[in-house]
């Protein structure tokens, strides 16, 4: 029988599911009793369950990725007519849709030039990581193969990208993790550490870097990856001098400079990439979930034609080109999706959205401080927030996790769903995300704090 979109029986999906999938990130006991819950239906910002109950989504299906909103047939009718055309071919060869989407992202992205295709955020990182390992070989003998990251950064699921992962719970049971991968410490202002310059967090924070580079030795270290706003970490933007000084430290000691903007890129902060905010030049930038929307599977790893250079000619011709292939990033559909994506971004006007709907955003959640004793901090750029929350304003003490699950809970039973930085890393499991659609109108935004404030008051009455 052939698949019939819109065409089934609920409790028959749901015993499906319950039966046969196995969720993400989910404990499966509850299901047992209550089944899964399966979204049926997206329009906007807002999807349906299989029981038929509507919900606003503030974190763009759960993980931060539908930047452009549910339901958008442009999308889908140009992937339909690309598929038919032509499906697949390598990307040993090339393709129209990702000759074309290259051109335009490159033109969002002055200073870079190349783009290497694959289909996930994690899988676009590993590529980042293999292109400084074959540099290491290539151009320093072996050496420089170390890459650093930051303490509650995220880079992806798989080994090497949970090798270079900052969250404790996350890397929890998946060890031992891959060698010649050296954390450095976190930037975040509002739990600055102990033995910081208050007065001067940003440099003195990017400065703890260096300090890791001459402790490793400099000529150890080939690469620095960062998220450019630490965003499942608890939406941690860095303050004024650090990017400045990351800048500085990576061109004085030979480190490239690999900006994550898994969440970030094509336009959630306001600006094409997070990274564009802090006058930076990055050497490599990845990028996956708004690229194509979740219309289709893509991530991209764009780099600098000076790194594109380094792979083109060597003495021994067995590296002179990148050993890698990603089978299903010679698929058409993800650049053709990402094409119209850029398109809506563009025709919309989205990022100025973003911009000022976050601000709008931002200042009615800062309302609620006043009202709610346990938030502690509101922060965020663009359409990209965290609330955090505290037992006491004075201590920063973090509320228990079971209060955010509460909090959580209580906006999911209101018809509001939103993210929280659970079980994510090893303290500070005490941070509401939200990562709204580009979309967003003021009531969107309304309803959401709406539902934030009766939720925050229900549960603090209870603690
Ligand atoms: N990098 C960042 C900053 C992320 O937030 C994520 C996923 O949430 C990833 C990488 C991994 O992306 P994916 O889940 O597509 O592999």
Redesign the pocket.
Known sequence: MAYEVNNFDSTDVVNNDRDHVWHHLSHHKPFEKTGPMVIVKGEGMRVWDSKGNEYLDAVSGA??TVNVGYGRAEIADVVRDQLVAMNYFAQTAGNVPAAQFSKKLIDKMPGLSRVYFS???????EKAFKIVRQIAHKKYGGKKTKILYRDR??????IA?LSATGQFERRNHYGPFVPDFVEVPHCCEYRAQEEADKENYGVWAANQIEKVILAEGADTVGALCL?PI???GGVIEAPEGYWARVQEICKKYDVLLHI?????GLGRTGSWFGYQHYGIQPDIV?M??GVASGYAAI?CTVTTEEVFEMFKEDEDPRMGYFRDVSTFGGCTAGPAAALVNMEILENENLLENATEQGAYLLKRLRGLMEKHAIIGDVRGKGLLVGIELVKDRTTKEPVDESVITAVAGHCMANGVIIGRTNRSFREFNNTICLAPALIARNEDMDQLVEALDDAVGEVASKM
Request: hydrophobic share 25%.
């Open positions: 993980v931060w289909n996930s955020g994690s899988e676009a990182n950064d995220y880079h992806g699921t798989t990208t998220e630490t965003a499942g994550d903007e898994v969440v970030c990845t996956a979930k991530s």
